[in-house]
């Protein structure tokens, strides 16, 4: 019988997900006011890093595989909040969660990102291995409490867009290109005299480019800091986050 050896990619993953060290809601510059403690609402974001089937990363460095990649969702340009911003497939933690949690004894954050995840893009829910969550992040924008959940993509699935009013388009995002120096930056937002700025990293696609900040740059970088795969990048570079630039 043949052994398949795992991606060491899922190994190291594995192992960050068991360390549960990633992030327990520091202050940072990014962030802007405070978390309503009598009106929060909890949220789970789905993190699934899987292997590409067809396009392989356009940059080459020693840490990571260049065919590693990430699920983004760019979020439609018509919403009042993150209005045509590339995050992580995710949202509210819904009252159906917590009965299907409890019935099946599972982590409700693990059910309300798989279940966002799964309407947000069409995935095939049973081809997704469930690592682990990291600490709740407090993005006060919002109001919402946030769990990030670690995945690994077993068996890749066809994904695409499937509410034009939530989701512009689906992306799996190679990670070396991520990863590459010249992709990054840091994102500023302007609020009156104050500047507000997160690890930013900029997609290109065959169509037009995008960019990745706020809470998931901020996640994103922490992972690749953490796994060691970060490569030496000048956080000097500042660039208005889009939509700020005139702001």
Do not use: C
């Not at 497939?89 to 299907?100: M, R, S």
């Amino acid at each position: 019988m043949e052994h398949k050896t795992e991606h060491p990619a899922l190994t190291q993953l594995k192992k960050l997900a068991r360390a549960e060290n990633l992030v327990n809601d520091p202050a940072e510059s990014w962030r802007v006011g405070e978390l309503d403690d009598s009106s929060v609402k909890q949220a789970a974001v789905l993190i699934l890093f899987g292997v590409l089937d067809e396009v392989p990363a356009t940059h080459r460095q020693g840490h990571v595989a260049d065919d590693l990649d990430v699920l983004i969702v760019v979020r439609a340009a018509t919403l009042r909040q993150h209005a045509g911003q590339p995050a992580f497939p995710g949202g509210k933690v819904d009252p159906e969660d917590l009965a299907t949690a409890s019935e099946t004894n599972k982590p409700v954050s693990y059910v309300a990102a798989l279940r966002e995840a799964v309407e947000e893009t069409g995935l095939d829910p049973s081809g997704v291995e469930i690592l682990g969550e990291f600490g709740e992040i407090g993005l006060p924008v919002s109001n919402f409490s946030v769990t990030p959940v670690l995945a690994w993509w077993n068996k890749p699935s066809l994904v695409a867009a499937q509410d034009a009013k939530e989701s512009a388009l689906v992306l799996r995002v190679p990670v070396s290109d991520l990863l590459n120096p010249a992709n990054r930056h840091m994102a500023t937002v302007k609020h009156g005299k104050s500047v507000h700025s997160s690890p930013a990293f900029t997609v290109q696609n065959a169509e037009q480019e995008f960019v990745i900040w706020g809470f998931t740059g901020i996640v994103l970088d922490r992972i690749f800091t953490q796994l060691g795969w970060t490569e030496e990048w000048d956080p000097t570079v500042r660039r208005p986050a889009p939509g700020y630039e005139k702001k």
